[in-house]
């Protein structure tokens, strides 16, 4: 079983970054493919970003050239920095931990944290 908690949320404005964390208890990250997904108000949760335990990291097409994914295998955490954020990316991002190929497809992931509200105000 393995414990996912988001933290590094908030309200920014428009423009400036933010580094989203994904803490990891029950087992180690650094064999799992960790994925970011996000859920806007009315919409589907969908695909940000993930890394896998080789390192290779994807993204989607509206977060490509602004985002910045990395692993702290010591504090067995993963980290999602967005920067030039836009209002667009106003959501509750969640981490999830999944096996190597889960990639974009969220339903290859097995675990999931309860996500953190990022605001971002024009």
């Known amino acids: 079983q393995v414990l996912l908690v988001e933290s590094g949320g908030g309200l920014v404005q428009a423009g400036t970054s933010l580094r989203l964390s994904c803490a990891a208890s029950g087992r180690a990250l650094n064999k799992h493919t960790v994925g970011w997904f996000r859920r806007a108000p009315g919409k589907e949760r969908e695909f940000v970003a993930c890394?896998?335990?080789?390192?290779?990291?994807f993204a989607s097409d509206s977060m490509k050239g602004r985002f910045t994914l990395s692993r702290d295998n010591a504090k067995n955490t993963v980290y999602l920095q967005v920067n030039s954020l836009k209002p667009d990316d106003t959501a509750v991002y969640y981490c999830a931990a999944g096996p190597y190929y889960a990639r974009d497809y969220k339903g290859r992931y097995d675990y999931w944290g309860q996500g953190t509200q990022v605001t971002v105000s024009s």
């Open positions: 890394i896998r335990g080789s390192g290779d990291t």
